[in-house]
C-alpha cells in the first residue's frame, strides 16, 4: 500500500489511465474539468485515484521540463489539459 497523497507507480499509472488511453475519454474528462473546475466530485474521485486517496496541497515537484514545480495538483491537471498530454505525471 501507498502512503496517501503519493502519486501512482508506473504501473499503478497504465492501469488508471488504460479508462482513459482514448483520446475521447481523456478529453472528455478535462472537459469536465474546465467546466466544472477541480471541485467536481467525479474529477475529485480521479485525483484522488491517482494520488492513492488523497489529493495533494502545495506546491507539488514536477518532471516537466521547464516548470521544476506547480502550484497544486489542480494546476498540474489543468496544464496536462491545456496542453494534451494526458498522460504524464509529477
Same mark, same amino acid.
Do not use: M, W
Given at each position: +500500500? /501507498?502512503?496517501?497523497? &503519493?502519486?501512482?507507480?508506473? /504501473?499503478? =499509472?497504465?492501469?488508471?489511465?488504460? !479508462?482513459? %488511453? #482514448?483520446?475521447? %475519454?481523456? !478529453? +472528455?474528462?478535462?472537459?469536465?474539468?474546465?467546466?466544472?473546475?477541480? /471541485?467536481?466530485?467525479?474529477? /475529485?474521485?480521479?485525483?484522488?485515484?491517482?494520488?492513492?486517496?488523497?489529493?495533494?496541497?502545495?506546491?507539488?515537484? !514536477? +518532471? #516537466?521540463?521547464?516548470?521544476?514545480?506547480?502550484?497544486?495538483?489542480? &494546476?498540474? !491537471?489543468? =496544464? %496536462?489539459? &491545456?496542453?494534451?498530454? =494526458?498522460?504524464?505525471? #509529477?
Amino acid at each position: +500500500a /501507498q502512503e496517501p497523497g &503519493t502519486p501512482l507507480s508506473d /504501473q499503478e =499509472y497504465r492501469q488508471f489511465f488504460r !479508462s482513459l %488511453r #482514448v483520446a475521447h %475519454r481523456a !478529453s +472528455a474528462a478535462c472537459l469536465l474539468r474546465t467546466l466544472y473546475g477541480c /471541485q467536481h466530485p467525479l474529477i /475529485q474521485r480521479l485525483d484522488k485515484y491517482e494520488n492513492h486517496g488523497f489529493i495533494p496541497e502545495g506546491p507539488i515537484c !514536477s +518532471a #516537466v521540463p521547464g516548470i521544476p514545480f506547480f502550484l497544486d495538483f489542480c &494546476t498540474f !491537471s489543468f =496544464y %496536462r489539459c &491545456t496542453r494534451k498530454k =494526458y498522460f504524464i505525471k #509529477v
